[in-house]
C-alpha cells in the first residue's frame, strides 16, 4: 500500500502521517515515511526519530542532482548551443 499526504502549508500533513504511520505500525506493518518537504523539517521530532540524512545525500548531494538534472539527455537538448 502507498499513501501520499498533500496539501497547503499547516493544514497538518506532517500530524496526519505521523498518527497514520504509527497506528499502521502498531498493526504491525512495515513503514517508510518519506519526506520530500524542504521547508519543514518537523515530521521526524512527530515519528520520534532524529533528524535522518537528506535524501539527496544517497545520490551525491542537492548539487550533484541538480547537476545530473541539467546534464540530462533530455534537458541537454533545450541547453545545447545553436550550431553545435
Known amino acids: ?5 498533500c496539501g497547503k502549508g499547516g493544514c497538518g ?4 502521517t505521523s498518527l ?7 498493526r504491525g ?6 519526506d ?3 521547508s519543514n523539517y518537523g515530521l521526524h521530532r512527530q515519528l520520534g526519530m532524529k533528524l535522518p540524512r537528506d535524501f539527496t545525500d544517497y545520490f551525491g548531494g ?5 547537476n545530473d538534472m541539467t546534464l540530462s539527455k533530455f534537458t541537454h537538448q533545450f541547453l545545447r ?3 553545435l
Open 1 to 5: 500500500m502507498k499513501i501520499a499526504v
Open 13 to 16: 500533513k506532517s500530524t496526519v
Open 20 to 26: 497514520l504511520a504509527k497506528a499502521l505500525a502498531r
Open 29 to 34: 506493518k512495515e513503514i517508510l515515511v518519506i
Open 36 to 38: 520530500s518537504d524542504e
Open 62 to 66: 542537492k548539487q550533484n542532482v541538480l
Open 81 to 83: 548551443k545553436p550550431g
